[in-house]
């Protein structure tokens, strides 16, 4: 029903920049895209949720990136950014996009989340 695609990762040196981006395209009807959010994983670590965004575009970061990470949207286009400055080697990870989708059946609303691939991103020291 919805495919997140993201884009925007790759290497970059210390205290440079970064734009990932999350596309939702959507093949079924009645279907609706709530909060989005950025999750990264690094080897050996959790999964850990850095930025969310509701529908209404209210936002909320993780601490480890407050400050330097920057979430947005842009509703009409089912994308969500995330605009990452001032890296450090520790924001190394896997980065994951998420979105809380919302469609409607005989059965009433419903919901899932769903997830794209992941895109690497490594910073240097």
């Known amino acids: 029903q919805v495919q997140l695609v993201e884009s925007g990762g790759g290497l970059v040196q210390a205290g440079g920049s970064l734009r990932l981006s999350c596309a939702a395209s959507?093949?079924?009807?009645?279907?609706?895209?709530?909060?989005m959010g950025w999750y990264r994983q690094a080897p050996g670590n959790e999964l850990e949720r850095i930025a969310h965004?509701?529908?209404?575009?209210?936002?909320n970061y993780a601490d480890s990136v407050k400050g330097r990470f920057t979430i947005s949207r842009d509703s009409a286009k089912n994308t969500v950014y995330l605009q990452m400055n001032s890296l450090r080697p520790e924001d190394t990870a896997v980065y994951y996009c998420?979105?809380?989708?919302?469609?409607?059946?005989?059965?009433?609303?419903?919901?899932?989340?769903?997830w794209g691939q992941g895109t690497q991103v490594t910073v240097s020291s």
């Open positions: 998420n979105a809380l989708v919302a469609y409607s059946d005989s059965n009433g609303l419903n919901e899932y989340d769903a």
């Open positions: 965004i509701t529908a209404g575009g209210t936002t």
């Open positions: 959507i093949s079924r009807s009645s279907t609706r895209i709530n909060n």
